[in-house]
């Protein structure tokens, strides 16, 4: 096996892991005071908050269990790092594909709100749906290694 650069595999990953365990802590204070300064929102809206931060904290979990597999448990093995990734990638993609989906779903229905035309709304779901569908793919493609 040829040499890695450690740096460029593990350095980067661990860096964009904890960029973002400190994004989600962000958007954990922000689900608090939604949840805490306009208790009388709709319960829809309240149900997408809810279903957008509890997918956020489990892609969260997956990103750990990422770090924590190639860092701790595969530790002095660098020869792993060329082995097919950790199970928890696949969940972090569909986890990741639920979070923007439903954002950009609510986004579209602001607009339509608000303008009351559908063209633009309509397009943004289109476009969701197809982000979705990717994901679900991509999923699925890996799924033989996840269940394995």
């Known amino acids: 096996m040829e040499n890695q650069d450690i740096n460029a595999t593990l350095g980067a990953l661990q860096i964009g892991v904890l960029i973002s365990f400190v994004l989600f802590g962000v958007a954990t204070t922000q689900c608090y005071v939604y949840f805490t300064r306009?208790?009388?929102?709709s319960s829809r809206v309240k149900a997408v908050t809810a279903?957008?931060?509890?997918?956020d904290a489990a892609n969260t979990i997956c990103l750990g269990h990422i770090l924590y597999t190639l860092t701790i448990s595969d530790y002095a093995h660098p020869d792993r790092l060329n082995s097919p990734p950790p199970r928890s990638l696949s969940a972090s993609t569909l986890f990741t594909?639920?979070?923007a989906t439903s954002v950009q779903a609510f986004f579209g229905?602001?607009?339509y709100a608000f303008t009351k035309k559908i063209y633009i709304p309509v397009l943004i779901w289109f476009m969701a749906f197809l982000h979705l569908l990717g994901r679900l793919i991509l999923f699925f493609y890996h799924a033989p290694q996840v269940l394995a």
């Open 38 to 41: 306009f208790p009388e929102d």
């Open 97 to 99: 594909g639920f979070t």
């Open 51 to 55: 279903f957008v931060w509890l997918c």
């Open 109 to 111: 229905f602001r607009i």
